[in-house]
């Protein structure tokens, strides 16, 4: 046995099991049932070290994030989260590190419900692909396209704690002690938002995960939707790690230009949007209107209560 | 827009377009119609440069490759195939060079009728991912676990002309003229046998495709089905062009250990050997009977007509 089916085995010989995988690792392909009446949600990322992450982080997050980045996609699309595969390239085998890596990853799979069906194991510069797939009711599923003018603009939880924590890490930023724990959770473990994409299959009209930032994501569903949209920067829900430890243009800057916050943004037409929170509630994540869709094709326009508010984005781009 | 966008044109802005893709690029995920009484199989291959290909290598040639290695999956589970994503990691953007992958790419997908329906563009180290998908009415996937004792072992097509190619590429084995150009299309531009694994899907007891060789390659369905094989090596098809080039222990060497022939290996039960010949002829390959499934676990037994075969095997590793 070569050392990359030993590495192999950390991946098949344990993880959830699925009563709808009928062949999972093991063979040319995994076969799989995909309920009748419903659709199939496919998503792929890839974590390239040196650009996504850095090479001594701690291999346990990183299998936990690869696998809510990709759940996070699902969530945002209203899907149940069923498989995953999974293209692990190394350069050398370092069992500690696939060990704490493969435990990552099986946890967080576990804890989405998802099971490994297969994948590829290759030698060469380190690079982590995973394509998550999930299941819709048929027609059901939310995209970036349906956006309509007079539409709230929500988003969930808060914005810009993930950027902080990178700033943390690179000795960039500093935190209050009893708050970071929080961001670093929040940058090193993000949560998908699974349960309440689902519960807004049948109430948003459009929506999508945020990624690389509020201020560059809501352009995918502006160009998508063709329509604008008007944004009340003050109504953007903050955490209070971020107020305790920012001044207002950088708490801004975070929330609007700072990526891999994984919260889901959403519209909801105006006849939909009464007792939303209560609706919401079970869902154990707060959701905030931000701002409402307007007829401007591709315009953004940013406000702080009735004030404009002028803004120089900065990208966050994984390529720097 | 940014280079690495600039280069997502072109995998999204052309291509084969199925009505059974609800959600192609764009969006966080793909939206994919299954139909009803079918199941979904998924298959994964990675090509990493310095592993599975020279930096030089013609990128028509690499794009036509990733697609073909993973329908030959497909091909060898017996599924129609359907979709595929790519995960695309890139050092620097070289535009003819992405241009002439993707013309490879999508005239090998429109070929086999796939759509591409997502993926990731990355910067990093060069590594191409695809992820293939199809459909094979449910509860008909070949796999390698089916083989019976006494069950006929065949091969599709003729085998050892991929590693030939190899060697013709690294200037370690000469082929006469007239044969370069067949040798080394059957390296470059490998065929998945599509149409005539879904004709094995009520004939075969098990299959699988060859892509490290069949020496290693027939382990895999004698571990899964718990069985042995008995082959007879001089039943082994092999190519005019090999038969001109080798001698017969070279060219054993390389239709037993060598790889990347992508042609199907499948065990067929006695009651339903009759008339094979027949019923395959109008998929355009031939299938040759090469041994039978013995009842020893685990053991390959290998003769020549009637004698013992001895043979060393060196495995075709991607590995070195």
Same mark, same amino acid.
């Given at each position: &046995?070569?050392?990359?089916? @030993? ?28 309920? #009748?009446? /419903? ?24 299998? $936990?994030? !690869? ?9 945002? &699309? ?7 595969? @999974? ?17 990552? @990853? ?19 510069? &380190? ?45 960039? $930023?500093?935190? +209050?002690?009893? *708050? ?17 994409? =689902? ?6 009209? +459009?929506? &999508? ?5 509020? /201020?560059?994501?809501? =352009? $995918?569903?502006?160009?998508? +939707? ?18 305790? +430890? %920012? #001044? ?7 929330? @609007? ?22 609706? !919401? ?7 905030? %209107? ?16 009735? =004030?404009?508010?002028?803004?120089? *984005? ?7």
């Amino acid at each position: &046995m070569g050392e990359f089916e @030993l590495i192999a085995q950390y991946f098949s010989k344990c993880g959830t099991a699925r009563s709808d995988t009928a062949v999972g690792v093991g063979d040319d392909g995994a076969v799989l049932q995909v309920r #009748d009446n /419903y659709d199939l949600v496919v998503t792929t990322d890839t974590m390239v070290v040196g650009t996504h992450f850095f090479p001594d982080d701690d291999p346990r997050a990183l299998g $936990h994030k !690869l696998v809510a980045v990709n759940v996070s996609d699902l969530a945002a &699309m209203g899907a149940e989260p069923t498989w995953l595969s @999974l293209a692990l390239t190394l350069p050398v085998v370092d069992e500690a590190w696939v060990s704490a890596f493969a435990a990552g @990853l099986h946890e967080t799979a576990e804890y989405y419900n998802c099971q490994l069906i297969g994948g590829d194991t290759t030698r060469g510069p &380190m690079s982590l692909t995973m394509i998550a797939k999930g299941i819709v009711p048929r027609g059901k599923a939310l995209t970036r396209s349906g956006a309509k003018v007079g539409d709230y603009i929500y988003v969930t939880g808060t914005l810009g704690d993930a950027a902080l924590g990178l700033q943390l890490c690179q000795g960039r $930023h500093d935190v +209050s002690k009893k *708050h970071q724990t929080h961001i670093l959770q929040r940058f090193h473990y993000p949560s998908a938002r699974v349960a309440l994409g =689902q519960a807004l299959r049948n109430i948003a009209s +459009s929506a &999508m995960d945020l990624s690389d930032g509020l /201020y560059s994501d809501i =352009q $995918h569903i502006l160009a998508r +939707s063709g329509v604008g949209a008007s944004v009340d920067v003050a109504r953007i829900p903050l955490s209070q790690a971020i107020k305790d +430890s %920012c #001044d207002t243009a950088t708490a801004m800057q975070l929330a @609007l230009s700072g990526g891999e916050d994984y919260e889901l943004l959403f519209t909801v037409p105006e006849a939909k949007r009464g007792s939303l929170d209560v609706l !919401l509630s079970p869902y154990g994540v707060a959701v905030s %209107c931000i701002g409402r869709i307007t007829g401007v094709a591709g315009k953004l326009e940013l406000k702080y209560g009735e =004030q404009a508010f002028p803004y120089q *984005h900065t990208g966050f781009t994984h390529f720097g």
